[in-house]
């Protein structure tokens, strides 16, 4: 027989030494000697980029400095298919060419191929050997996408969807996301359905007008639905200025629409176009018709997030706050496409706990 203290005692040294073994980590995380020591191939803006993100991330990275691209270089030995270099001077390493000296001598565990027009000027030959030798090579979209779950939509070509080893729904997975959507959705419907009569009830004592929200919006495929939503702004509030974006502390929401909206209860409508097959959980958010043109044309593969089912919440609204111009579009279209890319179980689940997070302390609602 054990004895009674046995469990107490067990409880506490698992938080004494679990806690340790956090703090710890942490702390190594925040040592450059710990770090994973990553070198970029190239001094053009496109390398100073990756190295600004470097010293952005949280992750476990540091610089191990920008090389230049000199082995497949016109004589003069310069990064010219970047405009010159633009990196600081003192980071720059390697001045001789032979990358995986280069690499070596800086500890570098990883490569990030940092240059802007690759044909002429690209190393094969020092690449290869750098691979070869064990160590990590990376383009820049990739890095880019790995250090902030979104894609570089500047650098992407449209070979880069071609050969990407993402954007593939099987269809054990589509038919189990649609199954879970829909049981999800019952049971949220039936644990809201008391709330609708007191929502109804609220709204028209708040402002005139009808209880339920409904627009048009752009699902899979382009396709036109209905979204339908609890009302939280005036009966005219596109009356004047026609479809325009929600801003910070717009004037159209009614006091009853702000509470609605920074706790997302005006979103437990959506649960029917979830059972209607309109829409998933968990998805890109769905743009209005009007504003999805106008995107179309000045945002490259904008109806590429269309691929895909649009939802409730997603990852781009996990990840970035509201936006209400055509560069949040940009932005949110980064994590859009991210999602798209890589969509599977575990990401949605990871979206479902961070939007409980989003709704807990409200942000990101207009």
């Not at 310069?78 to 001598?105: F, I, K, N, W, Y």
């Not at 999800?184 to 339920?212: C, E, K, N, Q, Y």
């Not at 939503?229 to 502390?249: H, I, L, P, S």
Request: charged letters at 20%.
């Amino acid at each position: 027989m054990l004895g009674r203290g046995v469990l107490v005692g067990s409880l506490l040294l698992y938080l004494l030494f679990q806690s340790g073994w956090h703090a710890l980590f942490l702390l190594s995380r925040r040592q450059e000697l710990f770090a994973h020591r990553v070198l970029i191939l190239g001094t053009g803006p496109l390398a100073r980029q990756m190295g600004e993100l470097l010293s952005s991330t949280s992750r476990n990275l540091a610089i191990a400095g920008y090389a230049p691209c000199v082995s497949s270089a016109p004589p003069g030995g310069t990064d010219r298919d970047d405009g010159g270099s633009v990196v600081p001077p003192e980071q720059v390493v390697g001045e001789g060419g032979d990358l995986l000296r280069t690499a070596r001598e800086t500890g570098a565990d990883l490569i990030v191929v940092a240059l802007t027009e690759r044909r002429g000027f690209f190393p094969l030959a020092d690449v290869l050997k750098c691979k070869l030798s064990g160590i990590t090579v990376m383009d820049a979209p990739s890095f880019y996408e790995f250090v902030t779950g979104s894609l570089l939509l500047e650098s992407i070509t449209p070979s880069w969807f071609i050969f990407s080893s993402g954007f593939r729904r099987t269809t054990l997975f589509n038919i189990s996301k649609r199954v879970m959507d829909i049981l999800l959705a019952l049971v949220g419907l039936l644990l809201t359905f008391p709330l609708f009569p007191l929502m109804a009830v609220a709204i028209r004592l708040d402002s005139p007008g009808p209880v339920f929200f409904r627009q048009e919006r752009v699902g899979a495929g382009e396709r036109l639905f209905t979204l339908i939503k609890f009302r939280t702004m005036r009966q005219d509030a596109e009356q004047a200025t026609g479809a325009v974006w929600a801003e910070k502390n717009d004037p159209r929401v009614t006091p009853l629409g702000s509470f609605l909206r920074g706790s997302r209860i005006d979103e437990i409508p959506q649960l029917i176009n979830v059972l209607k097959g309109e829409m998933s959980l968990i998805g890109p958010r769905p743009e209005r018709p009007e504003f999805v043109e106008k995107l179309k044309l000045v945002i490259p593969y904008y109806s590429k997030r269309h691929f895909i089912k649009p939802g409730l919440t997603g990852w781009a609204q996990v990840r970035y706050p509201y936006g209400s111009s055509v560069e949040d579009a940009v932005e949110k279209l980064r994590y859009d496409l991210y999602y798209t890319k890589n969509v599977c179980p575990f990401l949605d689940t990871l979206i479902f706990l961070e939007t409980i997070k989003v709704v807990l302390f409200g942000r990101g609602g207009r």
